[in-house]
């Protein structure tokens, strides 16, 4: 399984937020921090906003944050949210498909996938390895 770039960069731009939960951030200094496309993040926000994971503040002194706790953001939801396609293979088209057990194989190691990543919430990946905040492109 392969997530999506769009998956990558909502998961950055949530883990660069939950770790600054008090402040507003622009997409230009998370993208800098990443050292990404600021065009392909504003898409990325725009949708996290649409969807109520991100807040945005317009004006001057504005930016975003985070639209609620880290603790009650689920991996596996946003996963879901972001990804359009979790064919893993193109079954679907086959014409085996109705005899072959790949498909419900398949179908079980999605779910195992997606059940681990059920599993956690923003919190727990920020705390998993320490302050990441350190290796990006950031002064604080």
């Not at 990558?8 to 731009?13: E, L, T």
């Not at 392909?40 to 985070?66: C, F, N, P, Q, T």
């Not at 390895?129 to 990006?136: E, P």
């Amino acid at each position: 399984m392969r997530l999506t770039r769009y998956t990558d960069y909502a998961m950055r731009v949530l883990l660069y937020l939950g770790a600054r939960p008090d402040d507003l951030c622009s997409i230009a200094e998370i993208a800098r921090a990443y050292g990404i496309s600021q065009n392909h993040l504003m898409k990325v926000v725009s949708d996290l906003v649409h969807e109520g994971y991100l807040v945005s503040v317009r004006g001057r002194a504005g930016g975003i944050r985070l639209a609620r706790e880290a603790s009650s953001i689920n991996v596996g939801q946003l996963i879901r949210h972001t990804e359009d396609d979790f064919d893993l293979v193109g079954c679907a088209d086959c014409i085996i498909a109705p005899a072959c057990g790949l498909t419900s194989v398949l179908d079980e190691a999605l779910s195992a996938f997606l059940g681990v990543l059920d599993r956690y919430t923003l919190v727990d990946v920020l705390a998993r390895k320490g302050s990441f905040l350190k290796l990006l492109k950031t002064t604080g």
